[in-house]
């Protein structure tokens, strides 16, 4: 072979050579993608369209979902992230290494932490995350040249609950006896970053609650304080009379939403969502003292049922000194000239133990004295009586 020939071939050869290590234009990744968003539970340990939930672009999200990603290069891929974005820097949330030509995953992401990253460039593991609306996308790089195609960013509303508000310690009541009745409650910050409220709930006795907002930020502004993680208020919301009973107090915590379903009671009243209300109940026991009677309206009567005695001269003299009644007689003025010109009138213990109506009342006098009709008779036989020993003396002392 002549050396001209020879030397064709070699360049030939070499020029397929270069031609064969070339990768092709079609090599960088394609299909790159958020292709779902499920949120979890599924049926399954992978989430299925046809059997769960998906969450649409700009859905609403809480608590764990499922993210499916999937890309392809046809001289085989190398690394395939996914990415999460909040106000800021992008955040890895996974990262596959991979030579496949074709590629498909999936990622559960609890949407209440973050997850630290994955080269530890994220946020603390465990951090609690706002509420709000977060962005994901995937990066996929080629083997071969790291050629790199990122995904279209597909949006995720989280709204998550706040965990339900603990007591920092039981109510305190003071001033009821004085008709200013205050009830001081306490209780503990939440943990959650974006509680913008909190409710204190009462049930009152009589029936019905009555529902209290709080600033987190600015206590002050409804009258309370925050000191250190502790909150105070003061429950000075009581009626002027009928408030006594036992009160009870519940307490719900208000996180900022990305939905307006539910709006915060406080300006500027954006949307917010309520946390469970707090596993434990307090109450607090009010005592309303009994009111004064007003002078007006006091009974002129010493005791119920109880008249005075009247003015009299007993009787019993006349019936002589040895005659015992357990009943007292009351008459009127004595008269020398006998019948007496007042009827004998009956002053004493009743049946229920009350004492009767005295002097003046006829009715009462026949009612207390049955006989009063024999009388008469005893008055006749005493000045029969008298004037027997009369006449007695006189014979005996002819002087008289």
């Known amino acids: 072979m002549s050396r001209a020939i020879r030397r064709t071939l070699l360049v ?14 079609s090599a960088s990744p394609s299909g790159t993608k958020v292709a779902k968003v499920y949120q979890m539970p599924c049926a399954d340990e992978v989430c299925r369209s046809t059997t769960d939930r ?31 974005r909040y106000g800021g820097a992008w955040v890895c949330l996974k990262k596959w290494s991979t030579s496949a030509e074709s590629f ?25 995350m706002e509420n709000g609306t977060y962005l994901l996308h995937v990066v996929a790089t080629e083997r071969v040249s790291g050629d790199v195609q990122t995904s279209a960013a597909f949006e995720v509303r989280v709204n998550n609950r706040a965990s339900a508000p603990r007591w920092a310690s039981t109510p305190a009541v ?6 200013k009745t205050e ?13 913008t409220e909190y ?7 009589y029936g019905g609650e009555i529902e209290f907002a709080v600033s987190a930020a600015r206590p002050q502004a409804q009258g309370c304080s925050l000191d250190g993680d502790t909150y105070t208020c003061t429950d000075a919301d009581f009626a002027s009379e009928d408030y006594g009973g036992t009160y009870e107090y519940a307490l719900i915590a208000l996180r900022t939403s990305p939905s307006t379903a539910q709006r915060c009671a406080l300006p500027p009243q954006d949307g917010c969502i309520e946390s469970p209300v707090s596993d434990q109940v307090m109450t607090a026991k009010v005592v309303e003292p009994i009111p004064p009677t007003p002078v007006a309206e006091r009974s002129t009567r010493t005791t119920p ?8 001269r007993r009787s019993s003299s006349v019936l002589g000194s040895e005659y015992v009644n357990p009943r007292e007689y009351y008459s009127g003025t004595f008269d020398k000239e006998l019948p007496y010109s007042e009827s004998p009138v009956y002053v004493g213990p009743g049946s229920d133990g009350s004492t009767l109506e005295a002097a003046g009342d ?30 007695g003396r006189a014979l005996r002392d002819p002087s008289a």
């Open 199 to 205: 409710h204190f709930i009462r049930a009152n006795p």
């Open 104 to 128: 498909s995953s999936h990622y559960n992401w609890n949407t209440a932490t973050w997850p630290g990253g994955c080269d530890g460039d994220g946020p603390e593991t465990g951090r609690l």
């Open 305 to 312: 049922n109880t008249r005075a005695r009247p003015a009299g």
């Open 12 to 25: 030939a050869a070499a020029t397929l050579a270069t031609v064969a290590v070339v990768p092709p234009a």
């Open 174 to 179: 003071k001033g009821d006896d004085k008709r």
């Open 54 to 84: 998906a969450i649409s672009d700009s859905g609403i999200a809480r608590g764990a979902v499922q993210v499916h990603v999937t890309s392809s290069s046809r001289v085989g891929l190398d690394q395939v992230r996914l990415e999460v």
């Open 183 to 195: 009830v001081t409650i306490s209780w503990l910050r939440n943990p959650e970053p974006d509680v």
């Open 362 to 391: 006829a009715a009462g006098a026949d009612a207390a004295l049955p006989n009063s009709d024999k009388l008469p008779a005893l008055a006749g036989g005493l000045i029969l009586l008298m004037a027997a020993l009369h006449i």
